[in-house]
């Protein structure tokens, strides 16, 4: 059963700053263990800076930055929503997320995440920090192929859809009563449907993982939606057996994301219209029935855009399987 390679796919749909730092936000790591449900926490952090305009860097770490949590998660400096080519802006997206999966039968999974969203936005010296519970997702796959152990060969092909729910709050405003832009909120206010498709595939110690979702939102009160988004993503992966109880899984992970922005009354505002390719490494490690998954993405193509541009992410997740060797559904 350990020797089982497979990547949970899910695909989170966006908890409202999330859409923008990570369109696909729900990508669990490679695990060895089938059919076994189980919950992690992981912790996401994306980042953008650097005007491309202006031959700007692009920094994973830009100057006062906290990668994990902000020093004041709620607070305000004077901040206003524009983009005059200061050096020293950047928009940094960290999400924990505490995630949940249940295997309802053998080929049937329920997945739910739990976010708890943390922005920072700087923007010519000013200062704005969001943080709270954001949109919670909750979603099934069902595995259509379900080949284990042939002559080496290990094949999954796992199908399926769900909803993020508008559970996050999106009607934060500044000391003025202004409302804060969807970027920088901790909720959309959307309902959104998604389906996506994950196959793996190995052969002994190789695994190669590839997925593809897609997503529709509907509008907030406020009239705003996300434009329909597609992500894609790759994971080229080589098992190491470390003993009966340890495994580890160094992988290369490419990461495709796509979505024509923001939307206002049905139209299109291309705001935050993202066309980005990160490429990085990959290590999970297994200890029984702990898992540690990390991950590291740099961007290899940005379109041309007049906002920062996309420098990164970094994932890191702790997980816990069960032993699980009985469904509720045969």
């Known amino acids: 059963m350990k020797k089982i390679v497979l990547p949970t796919l899910a695909f989170l749909l966006l908890a409202a700053p999330a859409w923008a730092c990570d369109i696909c936000g729900c990508f669990m790591g490679i695990t060895p263990y089938d059919n076994q449900s189980g919950f992690s926490i ?22 006062g930055v906290q990668p994990f949590f902000p020093s004041n998660p709620n607070s305000d400096t004077g901040y206003k ?114 389906v996506y498709a994950n196959y793996i595939g190995s052969l002994h110690s190789f695994g190669l993982s590839v997925n593809a979702s897609y997503r529709r939102t509907t509008r907030n009160s406020f009239q705003n939606s996300i434009a329909p988004s597609a992500t894609n993503f790759a994971t080229l992966f080589y098992r190491l057996p470390l003993g009966p109880n340890w495994q580890v899984y160094p992988s290369a992970q490419f990461y495709y994301e796509r979505t024509k922005g923001e939307m206002l009354d049905g139209q299109l505002t291309h705001e935050h219209e993202m066309n980005d390719a990160l490429l990085g490494p990959g290590l999970d490690v297994y200890y029984k029935n702990f898992s540690l998954n990390t991950s590291v993405q740099l961007p290899v193509y940005t379109a041309l855009t007049d906002h920062p541009a996309s420098a990164g992410r970094i994932v890191l997740a702790v997980g816990y399987s069960l032993k699980q060797t009985k469904y509720l559904v045969k």
């Open 81 to 194: 929503h524009s983009h005059q080519g200061d050096p020293t802006d950047y928009e940094a997206y960290r999400v924990v997320e505490l995630r949940g999966k249940y295997f309802l039968a053998k080929r049937l999974q329920l997945n739910a995440f739990v976010p708890y969203v943390m922005n920072t936005t700087q923007s010519n010296g000013q200062q704005l920090n969001v943080a709270g519970v954001g949109d919670i997702t909750v979603f099934a796959g069902y595995h259509l192929i379900r080949n284990i152990e042939t002559l080496g060969i290990q094949s999954r092909l796992i199908v399926g859809g769900g909803v993020k729910l508008p559970t996050g709050d999106y009607r934060r405003t500044n000391a003025d009563g202004q409302r804060y832009t969807m970027l920088n909120q901790v909720g959309t206010g959307t309902t959104d449907g998604f």
């Open 42 to 63: 992981m912790h996401r952090y994306r980042v953008f800076n650097g005007y491309q305009l202006l031959g700007q860097r692009h920094r994973l770490f830009p100057a």
